[in-house]
């Protein structure tokens, strides 16, 4: 006896199912309280205040900071994404690529 195998179609949607419900396990942090901003008392004359998320290798071999959530364009940034998120790209090629694209160059 022959098992019948799942279609192309079956499989897809099982993987479709299986992305949208690890991203709803995954937990979120809300978009206006990012977990490792840090408060200011004098918003008026404070740096930006941003989320801290790293650094990367570009294709240069030099270390850049990865896009970080701000308060404000903190000092570096050299593009605003999509998504709100500043980026330190020091190339415009792939810059906000994972945020949507660029909103805005600065």
């Known amino acids: 006896?022959?098992?019948p195998r799942p279609s192309r179609r079956t499989i897809s949607v099982l993987a479709l199912l299986f992305a949208l419900?690890?991203?709803l396990a995954t937990?979120?942090?809300p978009?206006?309280?990012p977990a490792n901003q840090h408060?200011?008392?004098d918003n008026a004359k404070s740096k930006p205040t941003c989320?801290?998320?790293?650094?990367?290798t570009n294709s240069k071999g030099e270390t850049?900071?990865?896009p970080e959530n701000c308060s404000a364009a903190p000092k570096g940034a050299t593009?605003?994404?999509r998504d709100g998120s500043y980026s330190f790209s020091q190339s415009r090629r792939g810059t906000c690529s994972h945020h949507g694209g660029v909103a805005k160059w600065l």
């Open 1 to 3: 006896m022959q098992v």
């Open 21 to 23: 419900l690890s991203l």
């Open 27 to 29: 937990p979120q942090t």
């Open 31 to 33: 978009s206006n309280a």
């Open 39 to 41: 408060s200011t008392t």
């Open 51 to 56: 989320t801290n998320n790293g650094t990367y």
């Open 64 to 66: 850049v900071r990865r």
């Open 79 to 81: 593009a605003q994404c």
